[in-house]
């Protein structure tokens, strides 16, 4: 996939530590791997600097760190940050808690982890959660927010979908608030769409979203940077991360060329 940079996010192969989730995604095909905070804070200075060292040997590059959580009692900045710092990471991804927080109190808050991030050398996404116990659970309010704070929008095909975006307004997002993509497919299992949750997200062409237009929408902004395989469900932490990674893979592959973006060949 030559056209644009796709990565696989630790979340997928929940069963692999660090230096086998980077060996697997590379072995797949990935060019980018998307690690996990939380997974990484036991981790001594020596271990970090190892993997860091294995990912470059790889010809990996770093997706954002994910996640940091925002509008949160007791929020843990700065050892997420420094934890980006130390694996040369560049971006962090950022989640809302649950609770409520009105509009201006969630600007001051970002515009102040924003400063704080930028004297590290670190960009800032933020991700709409669709959840209805999350604030700013639209795209509208998202919109809003990225655009009122200087920091860009993860865009994730599960939470537009089930949030009941268009795929028209999905196409007017500028270009230039897109930090990263997320891509999972879903399953519904007779309910309706608004009511599925994390663990019901599978890899692409698994479940019933229409993950082909609303990636030909996201094709229409002008985006092309990096795409990340972002699933939870259960099911693949019983398989080997290896073979996992390499079904995302050919599956991600086969969504981009139904959508527009990476062209079919003679032999698709």
């Known amino acids: ?11 997928v192969i929940p069963q692999a530590d660090l230096r086998r989730g980077l060996k697997a995604a590379s072995s797949a095909g990935f060019s980018a791997y998307e690690p996990e905070a939380a997974r990484l804070s036991g981790y001594s200075r ?27 009692p007791e929020p843990r900045y700065n ?6 710092v130390e694996l040369d990471i560049t971006a962090l991804t950022l989640i809302p808690g649950s609770g409520s927080v009105s509009f201006d109190e969630a600007v001051e808050e970002l515009r102040g982890l924003r400063e704080n991030a930028g004297a590290r050398g670190l960009s800032l996404y933020f991700e709409m959660l669709c959840f209805r116990d999350r604030p700013f659970h639209t795209v509208e309010q998202s919109l809003q ?3 009122a704070t200087g920091i860009k929008l993860v865009v994730d095909t599960f939470h537009f979908i089930a949030s009941g975006a268009e795929p028209e307004n999905i196409a007017k997002i500028p270009k230039e608030m897109i930090g990263v993509v997320h891509i999972s497919d879903a399953l519904t299992r007779g309910r309706s769409v608004s009511q599925i949750v994390d663990e019901d997200r599978v ?13 030909e929408a996201l094709r229409r902004t002008g985006y092309h940077g ?15 991360p290896e073979s996992v990674a390499r079904q995302a893979y050919l599956r991600t592959e086969k969504l981009l060329k139904q959508s527009g973006w990476i062209h079919r060949s003679e032999d698709d």
Do not use: I
């Open 203 to 215: 890899l692409p062409g698994e479940g019933v979203l229409d993950l082909v237009t609303t990636m």
């Open 46 to 72: 020596e271990r970090l600097n190892g993997d860091n060292a294995l990912r470059e040997s790889l010809n990996l590059s770093w997706g954002p760190l994910n996640e940091l959580q925002v509008f949160a």
């Open 226 to 240: 990096l795409m990340s395989v972002e699933v939870f469900h259960p099911k693949y932490a019983k398989e080997e």
């Open 1 to 11: 996939m030559k056209t644009v940079p796709v990565g696989l996010h630790a979340a």
């Open 145 to 147: 927010l990225v655009e």
């Open 79 to 84: 050892s997420t940050l420094d934890l980006a």
